[in-house]
């Protein structure tokens, strides 16, 4: 699973929010699918972009994704890179490209528990509910002192 991160929550919120207001979304095209929607937040290319990319290698995000090298000098393994450095993992990209993370489905509401993986209704119920994942998360592992263990400084009276 992904390290929450406000980047990547904020991200994610974006590309749910841009799917719900009309963004491009075809599954078939690697800058508009699942994982490409997301890629554009993160990397500020274009839909156009991010396709001509995944063009000079074989393969749909999963394979790119197999395929994937950090020193390669690709182009797409620079913007998959750019993804795991916003906290994302391979197999986290694998997952939304098929919308199915088991810890994310598990917090569906019941009546929307089956998700077809290129519909964009169904990617932005998707984003959004990883998002809220990631949130509560990220929320948890914040720790604020207990009143009684304040230290107040003169400065601020």
Known sequence: ????????????????????????????HMGACNCGNLAQELSRLSKQEIHERAMKRMGDW?????????TSGLAMDDLIYTMLNA????????????????KILKRLPQDRKNLMHNKREDVIIYLQTWAGLLEKQLLQKIQLPKVGELQLSDDIY
């Open 1 to 28: 699973m992904a390290k929450p991160n406000a980047e990547l929550i904020i991200a994610l919120r974006n590309t749910a929010r841009k799917l719900r207001d009309g963004a491009p979304y075809m599954w078939g």
């Open 87 to 102: 906290g994302l993992s391979i197999e986290d990209l694998k997952n939304l490209e098929k919308l199915s993370d088991r």
């Open 62 to 70: 999963n394979d790119q994704c197999d395929d994937f090298c950090p």
